[in-house]
């Protein structure tokens, strides 16, 4: 059985006493404890939310990485200074890094291969544009960028892999790819998974869906076969929102 997982992606929202203020406020909930609950929060917030979390069973996320563990990237973030505060998770290859920061698909293998070296389990983002899909190019994008991710995995790493399957036109647009779509894709990066790897690399990946999902929309697609849990921006910033989608 494949745990579900619910993940809020904050992206560059909240400043640290927002973040802790938020975290207080997902507090006063009580969480089903048989959906592993995850929030992907700024950097520099990072180690204070991994403090008010304690005695949770919050995990905690970063949104990006750098692939070195030290050097000379000026600005940048190493898995190594991830694993010192107790990430858990890290969101790699989100469709707003690879649209303007230039994240390409051999960066994100990169950035697997390093969060995988330090148990910080990857969040690996894809999903095609509104004009792939309309030229119904949508698998063929999606295939591409997950077998790029995955290029050089071993099998046994694929359970500590999470793929989020995000239309980029779905995000934050308030469109959302019905949950019969979502599962669709969803199955279709899982027969992916079989074909590189074998039957059970494919029953272990997670594989959420992102893109516009709300409270009303969540219990629809985590009906779904194929759909293990949810990427979630806008409606992660509210905490009795992020409680709705964690307690689907
Ligand atoms: P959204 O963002 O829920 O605001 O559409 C999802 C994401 O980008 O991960």
């Not at 698909?105 to 894809?126: F, S």
């Not at 999606?142 to 500590?160: C, G, H, R, W, Y």
């Not at 629809?220 to 409606?235: E, N, S």
Request: proline fraction near 2%; include cysteine.
């Amino acid at each position: 059985m494949r745990l579900p997982i619910i993940a809020g992606n904050w992206k560059m929202n909240n400043t640290i006493s927002e973040s802790l203020a938020l975290i207080e406020d997902i507090k006063k909930y009580d969480l089903n404890k048989e959906v592993e609950a995850v929030v992907c929060v700024p950097y520099i917030s990072l180690s204070k939310v991994k403090k008010a979390l304690e005695g949770t069973d919050i995990k905690l996320g970063a949104q990006n990485m750098h692939w070195e563990d030290n050097g000379a990237y000026t600005g940048e973030i190493s898995p190594v200074m991830l694993k010192e505060i107790g990430v858990d998770y890290c969101i790699i290859g989100h469709s707003e890094r690879r649209q303007y920061f230039n994240e390409l698909d051999d960066r994100v293998n990169k950035k697997i291969k390093a969060a995988l070296k330090y148990d910080i389990k990857p969040i690996v983002c894809v999903g095609e544009t509104l004009e792939e899909r309309e030229a119904s190019k949508e698998e063929e994008v999606v295939k591409e960028q997950v077998l790029k991710a995955l290029e050089n995995i071993e099998k046994e790493d694929i359970k500590n892999i999470v793929i989020a399957y995000e239309p980029i036109w779905a995000i934050g647009t308030g469109k959302t790819a019905s949950s019969d779509d979502a599962n669709k894709m969803c199955e279709f990066i899982r027969k992916t998974i079989g074909d590189k790897y074998d039957v059970e690399a494919k029953e272990d990946i997670r594989i959420q869906y992102g893109g516009s999902v709300k409270p009303d929309t969540i219990k629809d697609l985590m009906a779904k076969k194929d759909v293990d849990g949810a990427l979630v921006g806008g409606a992660s910033l509210v905490a009795r929102d992020f409680v709705s989608l964690v307690n689907y």
